[in-house]
């Protein structure tokens, strides 16, 4: 399994800020992704971050909105930009760790999630 | 788009099997079925993941049919921590549908 960390675990924004949230894992891994949670809904993935490249966003999340950073193969940072109450959201980051036994079959290991309202 | 067909909510008592279906028609060849399962609050939890054999854990069974179109979780012995949603999900990316809500009542 992996240990992993985000920061903050929640955070209560104005309108038309941005805030930064960071994941943390105890590996090193190649990919990253991150997903948003809205209230009593399922998890969607926003965007997969490379190390080493720029991140690939799903459908319906821009660049613009939502920046991703990938320094490193432990970090990442995922940015809510000039953010509206519709952002209030969970913000998830998850990793792909091999399982052995299983051929090249990843499990993904989630961090606590960030929790975030906005005002 | 979720590849997954899921029952939205299932109940089950406590201390019996609880048995969740997963309809995924279009999976291809080479794609696994995993499921998760998120308490509330909590990020989502691995609990198995198959590709054409039934796996067993510590956590559950998964049963996969023989033309690989559905599959089953079971867990064999329901208790109220087991009160969750449960996502199945064929692997391409890791997209998750919107799940089956089960509460294990006492």
């Known amino acids: 399994s992996a240990v992993i960390s985000q920061k903050p675990s929640r955070d209560i924004c104005q309108r038309g800020t941005s805030l930064t949230i960071q994941c943390q894992v105890d590996s090193q891994v190649t990919m990253m992704f991150w997903y948003r949670q809205q209230p009593g809904q399922s998890l969607t993935l926003i965007a997969t971050?490379?190390?080493?490249?720029?991140?690939?966003?799903e459908s319906g999340f821009v660049i613009d909105k939502f920046p991703i950073s990938r320094p490193n193969l432990t970090f990442s940072t995922l940015t809510v930009s000039n953010m509206s109450p519709e952002d209030s959201s969970i913000y998830l980051c998850?990793?792909?760790?091999?399982?052995?036994?299983?051929?090249?079959?990843?499990?993904?290991?989630f961090g606590p999630g960030t929790r975030l309202t906005v005002l | 788009d979720a590849k997954t067909t899921q029952p939205p909510s299932m109940d089950c008592a406590e201390g019996r099997a609880a048995n969740l279906p997963c309809n995924h028609s279009?999976?291809?060849?080479?794609?696994?079925v995993y499921w998760y399962r998120q308490i509330h609050s909590q990020g989502p939890q691995y609990i198995i993941h198959g590709l054409k054999n039934n796996e067993t854990n510590e956590m559950a069974s998964l049963i996969i049919t023989e033309d690989r179109k559905s599959s089953t979780l079971i867990l064999p012995h329901a208790t109220l921590r087991d009160t969750a949603v449960y996502y199945c999900?064929?692997?391409?990316?890791?997209?998750f549908g919107t799940g089956t809500r089960l509460q294990v009542f006492p």
């Open positions: 971050a490379n190390q080493g490249s720029e991140a690939t966003y």
């Open positions: 998850s990793v792909p760790l091999s399982s052995p036994g299983l051929g090249w079959a990843d499990t993904q290991y």
């Open positions: 279009t999976i291809s060849g080479n794609e696994y």
């Open positions: 999900i064929v692997f391409d990316k890791l997209i």
